[in-house]
Each structure stands twice: as structure tokens, then as C-alpha cells.
């Protein structure tokens, strides 16, 4: 791994004016609140956390349809603002949960795969034409889908013409925004299958958002666990799965539901729901959840204390833990 | 418990006309469901799970025919049964919940009207007392400030809370089965541990029996008495939880157990298995072993009609030629 990392975000906040009623006055909502993660090339990072929390935010944040209120993102060290979004997405591309409607209807599947070439004006259609059937054969799709329409495709196929049309570009990164949840099992581990042997391949860094923990494990070599707009904890797959810190983490892991009979359902403890981001919890978000709730989680947020392979943000630890 | 299952289904048979024939969505299958029981049927999108549900509760489009040698409720014919009849039993002795709690509920009335609806139906209560016992099941699956909930409109509550919403709603006229349709996969894992949580408790808590359809073994493994696994409108394999996950005997339950990838077991990073191909058409005529085409144990014989193997005094059954589910040497065979 090279020194600078591939994509840096630096105290990244997304803030949204919200109005609650025809006249009342907008109140920010802070969907994404200083986020700072490095994503070493060659690497996957799962994001993992609840709907709401701001994952997607961030996604859009990186792909560049959203401009950060405050903080930088940085590809190689330069900063995006800087460069303008077609060069971007050619370094940038996303993977979209359900392939039913993130492709075109009304085109045919060498037109959505193509695309990208056309856009950014590369080679002649004689080029652009092998490049598809390349691309194709790397997905496993046989090169006569060309001329069909997604309608005629299932999810799987239409799920491998999302992958080509991201990689057409031969992209550094790909944001995969919960890639696997609308496919079937036996579907899901072909998709997840591809998506490891395109990284060793063609050494692709993966920012792989889901909020299915079994796969993140699988997959990723690093997670970071986000709540209401926050990372809460960031570490090595193993730091997570092996010794988990945060107790949202753990709550999370869980909840993890394995193929193991007898075990019944876990108690997560999580009884109150989810907050409501425009009015979040003072002190630290997480702390009407928490099993391990302590008087100061309600007045003050937690520091950012660094682990020995992340960092996490709770009361429980650093300076701020109690004395014991 | 008593011996006489609640709900016995022998050879049930579903068939939608399309546009160049017949659907053959769902083929004889059989299952019985005692009281207090967990049913899982598990099964990918296409298998017929859900279409098998709504059949039991008459719920099937008008086209679609459905046919059984057998379809009873506690003694109650349902294939006999009038839609007036199937009226008087659904809500009341059956009910339902549906997956979607976005659509499911009617956006245009308060969670309260919604939730007296079923009980002004069937029995002869005030709209006070229909409503007290709105509260009582909304407190009862973990609704904080209920009674203010009553006057809230569908949007006003989260995807969680809705499910929630869905479940008190099923529950108010105390029914004798409960059929789940993938209750929680439009939730976060969080929110599902809750929600399954919720249904286990207080189908222990009422003696309900319930069918939980699913695509997701982890759940099933977790709530299940009794697994039917479900492949192209077929039982494949059926039998105890922890016989079907201790000892899968179909290729295909196999199959789908070395998909996924469990935290602790599966080596990170390693290849998952996977089952190529895909569902074969059920349009025309459907013979023999409808896995045949994706298993690596296919043999000229799985074209033929497929013998039911029993074990445990069948208890555990699978549909497959081979007697333990395996080819001598297993090869892919083109069908």
C-alpha cells in the first residue's frame, strides 16, 4: 500500500436545511457530521450502520453528487472540488442496490454498458464495441445480451450489467451501495464471488456499504460503523468481529442472524428506535440505546479515542473511562 | 397438543394462465401444522412461497386456480369454503402479515381505525372497547405512548414501528395461525432481531401457530420448529429445524447453506459456493426433478418423476433419486 491513500475524507459534514411544516423555519440536519476515513488502495471498506444514518449521503458525497457543506474529500491526495466531475467518474464509480432500477428500461444492455465510453468520447465504436464484449466476459455474461433489454434479464444479469457498465472505465474506485441486498441467496455469493475476483484483478479499491454484517465480514478488510452521521468505530474486519468496542457495534453484530438452529433470536438490548437525526440525543448519540449507558454518555460527546488498529468514539474508553 | 394438526395441506396445486400457457407455479405440495408450531418455508423469489400463503388464506387472484386433495383449517374444508366464509375466518382465526408495511397499510385512515377495523368486524364490541384493546396490542409489541399513536396517520411512523403496526393488527382478534410473509426483510438487522423476537413471544405467549416465509436462512434457522424448503413450486426437503440445518439432505438445501456466508465459520475472503444456472421455466409441462438443471448430482433418472425419501419415522423428507441425496460420483451431467 502506498503512503497516500487512494480516497481521503477530512472531517467531511453534509448538512440539510429540513423543514417541518409549510411555515416553520428550516432546521439543519447534519446527515453526515465530520467524517474523516482513509481508504488505502487496493483495500475495501464496509460502512455499516442503520438506515438513516447517513451512509448513502456519503456515497453521493464521494461520487460527487453532493458537495460536502464543510471538510475535503481527496483522490491521490488531490482534492475532488478541484478536479472537475467527468475526470471524477472516470476514477469513481458506483455499484446501486437494486439493478431493477438503476437500468434503463428503454435501452439495450451494449448502450448501457457503452455509455460511459461515449461520454467521455473513448475510442472509435469498433473499440467501444470490443471493450463491451471484454467487459462482458469478465462479468460472466455471454456477449449475445448486447442486444437485449434489461426487462429480459434477472436480477443476477441485470445486477453483472451494473458491475461491467462501473468497470467499463476501468475505475481505481467503485462505491458498492448495498450491491447484494435485492438478490437471491444463491445469487448474492456469485455477485460477491465477482466482486472479489475483479479487486484481485485488477487491484480495485472498494467502499462497500451494507447493512448485512455476514458479508461485510466476508468481504471487507476494514470496517467502519457509522450512527446518526457519525463513525462510532473504525477497525481491521478482525478488530470489529474479534473484539468489538463500541457497544453499538456490538449490538449490531448481534443482530447478526446465523444458520445456526436452537440458538433462537438475540436480544440486542436497542429498545428505544432509531432517533430522529433533525433532534439528535445530546451527549453521545448513542446513549439512549445503550446497554452500558453512564451518567456522563448524556452531557458530554465522547472523544475520538484511537485503538490499536481504529479508532473508536465512546465514553468506555481513553481518558474519559472510568475509573474503576 | 393435540395429535390433529390445525392446518393440513395434501397435493395443493397452483396454476396462473400466462400468455403462452400455464403457469406451473406451484406442484402438490404437502404440509401439516400443528398448534403453538413454527413453520419456515424457505425458498428464492419464484419458488411459489408466497402464492402458497396467499392460496391459504383465498387471497389468489380470480385467474389463478388452485387445486388440493386437501386444504384444511382445524376441520374447516378452505377449498369448500365461500369467500363469505373465507371473510369470517381471515383476521378473525387467520391472519396475515405482509412484508411491505409501507404498502400494506392504508395511508388514508389513523393507525387506530385501522387497528379496530377487525375487531368491529368479527365480534360485537363498542368502538371504545375496540380501541382499548388497540392500545393493549400496540403497548403489547413494544409501542411507546400507544394511545397517541391511535390518531397518527401510516407516514407519520417509521419502517419499524409500521411492521410493529402490522403485527398488533394481525394479533387483535387473537388467531389460531398466523402466516408471516417475509416480515422483516424491509427492516435493518437491528430492528428484524427485534420484530422476529416480538412474533416468537407471543406466539408462545398465545399458542399461535405460525408459517414464516422467508428467503433468509439465518432467520429461519432461529425461529423455526419445522423447515419446508421450496425450490420452483416444489418441496424439496422438509423436516425439523435442526435436522434440515444439522444434515441438509437435497442438493439444493446444501446448496444454499454453502451460499452464505456465516461470521465465525466461513474463512473471510474465501470463495463462497455458489449454484449455477437458474430456475427453469414452469410454463408447459414441468417433469421430474426441477433442480436437475443446476445440481452436480443430476443423473438421466431425475428426469423421471422423483421418489419422496423419509427418515426419522418421516419426520425428515426429500424429494431426490438418490437415496442420501448424493450421486455415487458426483459430476455435472447435461440435462
Known amino acids: ?324 | 397438543m393435540t395429535d390433529t394438526p390445525i392446518l393440513s395441506v395434501r397435493n395443493l396445486t397452483i396454476d396462473i394462465p400466462v400468455g403462452g400457457g400455464t403457469l406451473h407455479a406451484v406442484r402438490g405440495i404437502d404440509f401439516d401444522l400443528n398448534r403453538g408450531e413454527t413453520l419456515c418455508i424457505v425458498g428464492e423469489s419464484g419458488s411459489g412461497k408466497s402464492l402458497t400463503s396467499l392460496a391459504l388464506m383465498g387471497l389468489l387472484g380470480k385467474k389463478i386456480s388452485r387445486r388440493a386433495d386437501r386444504m384444511e383449517f382445524d376441520g374447516i374444508d378452505l377449498m369448500k369454503t365461500s369467500q363469505r366464509g373465507m371473510r369470517k375466518l381471515r383476521g378473525l382465526r387467520m391472519s396475515m402479515i405482509f412484508q411491505e408495511p409501507m404498502t400494506s397499510l392504508n395511508p388514508a385512515y389513523t393507525i387506530g381505525d385501522q387497528l379496530a377495523e377487525a375487531l368491529l368486524l368479527h365480534k360485537k364490541v363498542s368502538r371504545e372497547q375496540a380501541r382499548a384493546r388497540a392500545v393493549e396490542l400496540l403497548e403489547k409489541v413494544g409501542i411507546t405512548a400507544a394511545k397517541s399513536r391511535l390518531s397518527q396517520y401510516p407516514h407519520q411512523l417509521s419502517g419499524g414501528l409500521r411492521q410493529r403496526v402490522m403485527i398488533a393488527m394481525a394479533l387483535m382478534c387473537e388467531p389460531e395461525l398466523i402466516i408471516a410473509d417475509e416480515p422483516t426483510t424491509a427492516l435493518d438487522v437491528t430492528i428484524q432481531a427485534q420484530i422476529l423476537r416480538l412474533l416468537v413471544d407471543l406466539q408462545k405467549e398465545l399458542g399461535m401457530a405460525m408459517i414464516l416465509i422467508t428467503h433468509d436462512l439465518g432467520v429461519v434457522a432461529r425461529v423455526a420448529d419445522k423447515v419446508a424448503v421450496m425450490y420452483a413450486g416444489e418441496l424439496v426437503e422438509t423436516g425439523p429445524a435442526a435436522d434440515v440445518f444439522g444434515a441438509p439432505a437435497h442438493p439444493y438445501t446444501r446448496g444454499l447453506l454453502r451460499c452464505i456466508p456465516v461470521p465465525g465459520k466461513t474463512e473471510r475472503g474465501a470463495e463462497l459456493g455458489t449454484i449455477p444456472g437458474i430456475v427453469p421455466s414452469l410454463v408447459g409441462e414441468v417433469s421430474g426433478c426441477p433442480f436437475r438443471t443446476r445440481c452436480d448430482h443430476a443423473v438421466d433418472a431425475c428426469r423421471q418423476p422423483i421418489p419422496l425419501r423419509e427418515q426419522q419415522a418421516g419426520r425428515h423428507s426429500f424429494r431426490c433419486v438418490h437415496p442420501d441425496g448424493r450421486a455415487a460420483s458426483p459430476q455435472e451431467v447435461p440435462a
Open chain 1, 1 to 324: 500500500m502506498s503512503d497516500t491513500p487512494v480516497l481521503e475524507l477530512r472531517n467531511v459534514t453534509k448538512t440539510y436545511q429540513v423543514k417541518q411544516g409549510m411555515f416553520a423555519t428550516p432546521k439543519p440536519l447534519k446527515a453526515v457530521n465530520d467524517v474523516s476515513l482513509k481508504i488505502g488502495r487496493g483495500e475495501v471498506l464496509g460502512l455499516v450502520g442503520e438506515s438513516g444514518c447517513g451512509k448513502s449521503t456519503l456515497a453521493k458525497i464521494l461520487l460527487g453528487l453532493e458537495q460536502p457543506t464543510e471538510g475535503q474529500v481527496l483522490v491521490d491526495g488531490k482534492e475532488i472540488g478541484a478536479q472537475n466531475r467527468s475526470e471524477l467518474a472516470r476514477r469513481i464509480q458506483p455499484i446501486f442496490q437494486d439493478p431493477y432500477s438503476s437500468l434503463n428500461p428503454r435501452k439495450s444492455i451494449y448502450d448501457i454498458i457503452s455509455l460511459p465510453l461515449r461520454v467521455h468520447n473513448v475510442g472509435d465504436s469498433a473499440s467501444q464495441e470490443k471493450a463491451v464484449r471484454e467487459i462482458l466476459d469478465i462479468v460472466g455474461l455471454p456477449a449475445r445480451v448486447m442486444n437485449t433489454y434489461p426487462s429480459q434479464m434477472s436480477g443476477g444479469q441485470r445486477q453483472r450489467v451494473a458491475i461491467a457498465r462501473a468497470l467499463i472505465m476501468k475505475p481505481e474506485i467503485v462505491i458498492c451501495d448495498e450491491p447484494t441486498s435485492a438478490l437471491d441467496v444463491s445469487v448474492q455469493s456469485q455477485i460477491l464471488n465477482l466482486l472479489g475476483e475483479l479487486r484481485r484483478e485488477f487491484g480495485l479499491t472498494y467502499l462497500f456499504i451494507s447493512h448485512n454484517l455476514a458479508v461485510v465480514e466476508h468481504l471487507a478488510n476494514r470496517v467502519a460503523v457509522m450512527y446518526l452521521g457519525r463513525i462510532v468505530e473504525e477497525a481491521s474486519v478482525e478488530g470489529l468481529f474479534d473484539r468489538r468496542r463500541h457497544p453499538y457495534s456490538d449490538a449490531l453484530l448481534q443482530s447478526v442472524l446465523t444458520p445456526d438452529p436452537g440458538m433462537g433470536v438475540p436480544d440486542t438490548h436497542l429498545g428505544a428506535a432509531y432517533p430522529n437525526p433533525i433532534d439528535p440525543p445530546k451527549g453521545c448519540h448513542f446513549h439512549p440505546r445503550c446497554a452500558k449507558a453512564m451518567p456522563q454518555c448524556s452531557q458530554a460527546a465522547p472523544l475520538t479515542v484511537p485503538t490499536e488498529d481504529g479508532r473508536v468514539e465512546c465514553h468506555l474508553y481513553g481518558a474519559q473511562a472510568p475509573t474503576a
